[in-house]
């Protein structure tokens, strides 16, 4: 449970400081956020008219503000109101256009999709710019590793979906997600415990204050889930934080400091008659000849990733000219064995992002402007090793890399007031991307380069004072990955025969165009906010990655047809009182049309994302309490190949849960139940070219399960 404050920024830091300087006197120093009341407009200053200006440590409030300005579909996420939030899907859930996909439940990682951007991939590791305070996590060649970021450590998470994202970074489809940190300004100290069925257990600790100058923050937490299938044991250990400054004239500094270490068994798929027969079951666990081969038990698919990360930014300035600076560097070692091959990754990544915006005060302050640079570049050495079928160790080594990725991107945008009601925004974003690999058992090698504009134009309308239309047309490109360039083929019944090869790949591009709009109807706390974003997105070269007959990735291709992406986004929430009370609701409706418009599959359904899911939660709140229920609805069944074979569909599936959640004061506590029915379902599959309802390619859902936490906040 968690306890959001309500109060005034500069209210709050008032009452942070005595505790702020007796953590100074520890050691530990704190605070400089509040060092004066009439700082506060400055820093905090946001603008009707265009790109709204944000501190290095903002509050939802500004961001809501900021993400107003942007003619498109966006997210504000809270996740510290969450009751549970032990995965990214409890962050995430009930947010429009963001489809989360569970794979086995635990800290392991879920299939996260926006637009379709990136869903072929096997684990899920492209698609999406995922920023932690404004600057990637992303390895330059944009793949990711979703299961180590840490959601408790996020004051609010900010999504910009499609091409309408603003960093000079995202040139993909599938937008850009920001987790902003916590800082000591925004809490004292916290406590959480959590647990519940199938051994999940979680705790975290955090402390932070704040003194004159500075403020600090540091979390911990820990995570372990024995897993509710049969070899989907998972761990999260995670150090986050942060250390901020603020000088004379608007100067600010923060340095963050993030430590991850992630581990979890891989249950692997399963044919589909065993989501009814067997739930919790893996293969192995039966005789077939099929069990025989890809015995989960003895191959031991699983994943170990651990990540250094150390950020600092700084920005100074005014509204007439402010400027931030920012540089990251992460150290990522990532083991990934698939059931027949290992794939052990060393990577280091560091990268650099200069911005400087400004609103002249001429006309009014009607012309505002923005420019970026932006700089990335990882150093990998990827190993490939066959996996030993007999007790899951590494058997001979098939490829040795030497792999590099450079990005070198520049943005420059601006906004116009073109009447009172009216806003007119664009952007050209320039980049030059290099993927380099060079084999050290070998003479293979292959180099790439990209050099390509993304332009953006968008408009903005104020209907009435509550209502804001948009339109926007968006060009997007994303390369192709290391995990789609470096291709292994491992026959699980002759690991011998083991071979790699380097795949050279054209770029993935798309035009988009979007209408929509947000509003609220109503005042205050009982207010009932709304949006809508409908797009098409039409794509050439759209990256399909593939898994073989076991279920097994094999490779990934450009598809010559060209692709459409469609689909309707809609999110709903707010407050109505009801008797002595009042029903807090919130609810999403995302459709996904994505169609082959030519080749081999002309007029097919492409793979991999629900054509519709329906995220809805009902709370009747009274007093300290709140209880009611949610569901997880998939009303049509979804493809889980390119051929749409029949039979060998995701069947649809409709998930009841409940939930109970006090606060009082500094504690909270709260009591769910998932699945409550015991529904058996597949949550998610491989995806493939042709299947059938024979092939492994079926991950079980949870079934009923029970969490109960309680949050302390000091």
């Known amino acids: 449970m968690r306890i959001t404050l309500n109060q005034q920024f500069k209210s709050r830091v008032r009452s942070l400081r005595v505790a702020g300087s007796a953590t100074l006197a520890a050691g530990f120093m704190q605070g400089a956020l509040a060092q004066q009341a009439t700082v506060l407009p400055e820093v905090t200053v946001t603008s009707s008219r265009g790109a709204a200006v944000l501190p290095l440590a903002a509050s939802p409030t500004a961001e809501r503000e900021r993400l107003a300005q942007v003619p498109g579909g966006t997210n504000l996420v809270e996740p510290q109101k969450e009751a549970r939030l032990a995965t990214l899907r409890d962050a995430l859930d009930y947010q429009p256009g963001i489809v989360m996909q569970d794979f086995f439940g635990g800290t392991d990682q879920p299939r996260l999709g926006i637009r379709g951007s990136g869903i072929q991939s096997n684990p899920v590791n492209r698609g999406v710019l995922l920023l932690q305070d404004g600057l990637p996590l992303n390895e330059a060649d944009g793949s990711f590793i979703i299961g180590l970021i840490e959601p408790r450590n996020a004051a609010f998470i900010s999504a910009l979906r499609g091409a309408n994202a603003r960093s000079p970074g995202a040139t993909a489809l599938g937008g850009e997600l920001d987790f902003v940190s916590l800082t000591g300004a925004d809490e004292r100290g916290r406590l959480r415990l959590e647990g519940g069925s199938f051994g999940r257990r979680g705790a975290q600790a955090a402390v932070g204050g704040v003194g004159e100058r500075f403020d600090s ?158 700089w990335a570049d990882s150093a990998m050495q990827r190993d490939l090793y066959a996996t030993n079928p007999a007790n899951g160790t590494q058997m001979q080594r098939f490829g040795s890399y030497d792999l590099g990725a450079q990005n070198l991107q520049a943005l420059a945008a601006a906004d116009w007031r073109l009447a009172p009601d009216w806003t007119l925004l664009g952007s050209v974003q320039w980049s030059h991307l290099t993927r380099d690999a060079q084999s050290r058992s070998s003479a293979a090698q292959l180099n790439q380069d990209w050099s390509f504009a993304t332009p953006k134009i968008g408009l903005n309308w104020a209907a009435t004072p509550t209502t804001r239309l948009w339109a926007n047309l968006s060009r997007s490109h994303e390369a192709p990955t290391f995990w789609e360039i470096v291709s292994a083929t491992v026959a699980p019944n002759s690991p011998a025969t083991a071979q790699a090869e380097l795949v050279r790949l054209k770029m993935q591009r798309a035009t988009t165009v979007e209408l929509g709009g947000a509003g609220r ?146 504690w909270a506590l709260y009591v769910q139940a998932d699945n409550v029915t015991d529904r058996r379902y597949a949550s998610a599959y491989a995806i493939r070219n042709q299947a059938t309802a024979a092939q492994p390619g079926y991950l079980q859902g949870l079934g009923r399960s029970f969490t109960a936490g309680l949050s302390y906040k000091f």
Request: no cysteine; proline share 4%; glycine share 12%.
């Open 217 to 374: 923050r540091v979390s911990v937490s820990s995570d372990r889930y024995d897993g509710y299938r049969h070899h989907s044991a998972s761990r999260r250990d995670s150090v986050q934080a942060n250390v901020g400054f603020q000088g004379d004239g608007g100067f600010e500094n923060r340095t963050y400091l993030g430590w991850t270490d992630l581990a979890f068994q891989i249950p692997n798929v399963v044919p589909k008659d065993r989501i009814q027969s067997d739930p919790r079951g893996v293969m192995g666990d039966g005789a077939t000849p099929q069990d025989q081969l890809l015995n989960v038990y003895k191959r031991d698919p699983r994943r170990d990733a651990t990540q250094l990360r150390l950020v600092n930014r700084s920005r100074w300035g005014s509204d007439t000219l402010r400027q931030e600076v920012g540089v990251y560097w992460q150290d990522t070692d990532d083991l990934f064995n698939n059931m027949t091959s290992h794939t052990v990754t060393h990577s280091r990544t560091a990268g650099a992002q200069w911005q400087a915006s400004g609103r002249p005060a001429g006309r009014d302050g009607a012309l505002g402007w923005r420019t970026a640079l932006s």
């Open 521 to 666: 109807w109503g005042e205050g706390a009982h207010a009932v906010h709304w949006t809508a974003a409908v797009y098409r997105s039409v794509l050439a070269d759209e990256l399909i990655s593939t898994t073989d007959a076991n279920g097994i990735k094999v490779g990934t291709y450009n598809y010559a047809g060209g692709t459409r992406h469609q689909g309707v986004e809609l999110g709903l929430s707010g407050s109505q009182r009801m008797g002595v009370g009042a029903l807090d609701v919130r609810a999403s409706w995302t459709y996904s049309d994505f169609r082959f418009r030519g080749g081999e599959y002309a007029g097919k359904q492409i793979a991999g994302v629900p054509r519709q899911l329906i995220n809805a939660e009902v709370l009747y709140r009274i007093g300290a309490w709140r209880f009611g229920p949610n569901v997880r609805w998939m009303p049509v069944s979804t493809p889980t190949d390119h051929a749409n074979t029949a039979g060998a569909e995701q069947d649809a599936y409709a998930l009841l849960g409940l939930k109970l959640e006090w606060r009082d004061g500094p």
